[in-house]
């Protein structure tokens, strides 16, 4: 889907999107809009601007204005002393640091902490008990550290103060004025809502989100959170020296990053991003997935300067973002084989392909039998149970042992008799998994983001046929 509005250059936009995806930058969907009006709008199918999405560290900026108007209803400020907002929740020896700590520590990611205590707190029994257990190494308030956990205390903050679960007290303050449906977002294993990550939200979400923080906390006329607060959320209170990229060195406010041009953006792993520029006054959104973030912003700024001018067909470009992700049609799987698998950590222990035209896969695990169906030179929309299949930065908890809900977008190609390859777009995530089945070797190889791990091995044994 593209629209440009009259005036911008679709030369350019195509040369943009064009060097992304050279460049390993794989767009979802993009939108600018300049004052109250798009400009420029495309997505690549199969996608949309309508499917909420992870956000993964987009979310803080949520966080962030919930804070905001927690501050602005006087409930707590950001000089408020944890040790008296937690103070059933503290150590019974508090170190002087937990003392001193401040809501505005926790917001410009400043905790004391080294690096992020996440993976230590979130599986735990109390989340926020476990927080303030973690050693510190610096005073609050000095020395950045990029800190999903610290995010996470703000929103317990929230929490405390509200009596609301974060997303519910969102929900009234700022989604419902905003005309969001409620959204999805993750917890701790005790309830705690992350905060600094597990948002899904959509691209036209984020796009009414943004609008909101360039009009000073204004959206369609409803005050939703004070210029005040903006104002000090968007402003430098710390920054991060050990990243060289003038966009992640630029400064950190109170969960937004300040951009190396003009303006601030949230943004999350693998390229989600809403940025502001006010001088300008511009809006723009980006979903996708991305390795290279740096280059990605670097990009956006170059299309930014040159997207003015005339604009041309754009027959070419629209075929090309209809087509590019979509797999060519090749032969038809015709066929029925059923195979034994080697332990792996899906518990996958059976794996049958069959079907014509449309493959059926078959997983057979220790928690049920699982099906998707792939198409030939088309996507179909699947939703299964599997368990550690889920594209994620970190290892689910084995204590939990969790079987997600998977929604892929899933197509197949078939080459020949020896090798069927296999792609699963996450409707509700960036990534994509892409499986290779070599029916000669007996192997399928899956390259799937969880963790450390970025690619699974299944050795497989054929079964005789019935």
């Given amino acids: 889907m593209l629209y440009l509005a009259e005036g911008i250059s679709s030369k350019s936009v195509e040369e ?119 050693p510190t190494t610096y005073e609050p308030g000095t020395t950045f550290a990029y800190s999903t956990a610290a995010t996470c205390m703000c929103a ?40 600094g990550t597990g948002l899904h939200l959509s691209s036209n979400d984020l796009v009414k989100f943004g609008m909101m923080l360039k009009n000073k906390g204004v959206y369609n006329g409803q005050r939703i959170v004070s210029e005040e607060y903006l104002k000090l959320a968007t402003s430098t209170h710390s920054v991060d020296v050990n990243n060289g990229s003038p966009d992640w060195t630029a400064g950190y406010g109170y969960q937004f990053w300040m951009n190396a041009r003009e303006g601030f ?4 792993a693998f390229g989600q991003l809403c940025m502001v520029f ?42 090309f973002l209809d087509t590019h992700y979509i797999p060519e049609r090749k032969n038809d799987f015709n066929n029925d084989i059923s195979f034994t698998v080697a332990d792996n950590a899906a518990e996958v222990e059976t794996l049958r392909l069959f079907g014509e035209r449309l493959l059926h896969v078959e997983l057979g695990t220790a928690y049920g039998r699982k099906e998707f169906v792939c198409g030939n ?59 290779v089945i070599d029916l000669d070797k007996n192997v399928v190889d899956i390259s799937l983001h969880v963790g450390d791990m970025i690619c699974n091995h299944f050795e497989l044994a054929p079964m005789a046929s019935e």
Avoid at 265 to 268: A, L, T
Avoid at 407 to 417: H, N, R
């Fill in 16 to 134: 943009y999107v064009r060097e992304c995806d050279a460049n390993g930058i794989y767009i979802r969907a993009l939108q600018i809009i300049k004052g109250k009006e798009p400009v420029v709008r495309l997505c690549f199918e199969p996608y949309d601007f309508e499917t909420p999405m992870h956000l993964y560290s987009l979310s803080k900026s949520f966080t962030s204005t919930a804070v905001g108007i927690c501050v602005d209803d006087g409930l707590f400020t950001p000089d408020t002393k944890m040790c008296e907002l937690f103070a059933d929740k503290m150590p019974a020896e508090m170190t002087d640091a937990l003392k001193k700590l401040r809501l505005h520590d926790l917001l410009s990611m400043q905790s004391g902490h080294t690096a992020c205590v996440l993976d230590r707190i979130r599986w735990s029994d109390d989340t926020v008990r476990a927080f303030f257990e973690q």
């Fill in 156 to 195: 317990a903050a929230v929490e405390r103060v509200t009596g609301k679960k974060l997303v519910d007290f969102l929900d009234e303050r700022l989604f419902s004025k905003l005309d969001i449906k409620k959204p999805i977002w993750w917890e701790c294993r005790d309830g705690q809502t992350l905060g």
């Fill in 265 to 268: 953006r949230g943004d999350g």
């Fill in 278 to 319: 006010p001088e300008s006054d511009i809006t723009l959104v980006l979903n996708g997935e991305v390795g290279n973030m740096a280059l990605e912003v670097e990009l956006i700024y170059k299309l930014l300067d040159t997207m003015y001018g005339e604009s041309g067909d754009t027959s070419k470009f629209e075929r």
């Fill in 377 to 435: 030179g088309e996507y179909i929309l699947n939703h299964y149970m599997m368990k550690n299949m889920s594209p994620s930065i970190t290892f689910l908890d084995p204590a939990v042992n969790t079987v997600e809900r998977q929604s892929v977008l899933a197509a197949y190609e078939y080459c020949g008799d020896s090798r069927v390859l296999i792609t699963l777009r996450h409707k509700n995530t960036c990534h994509v998994q892409h499986w």
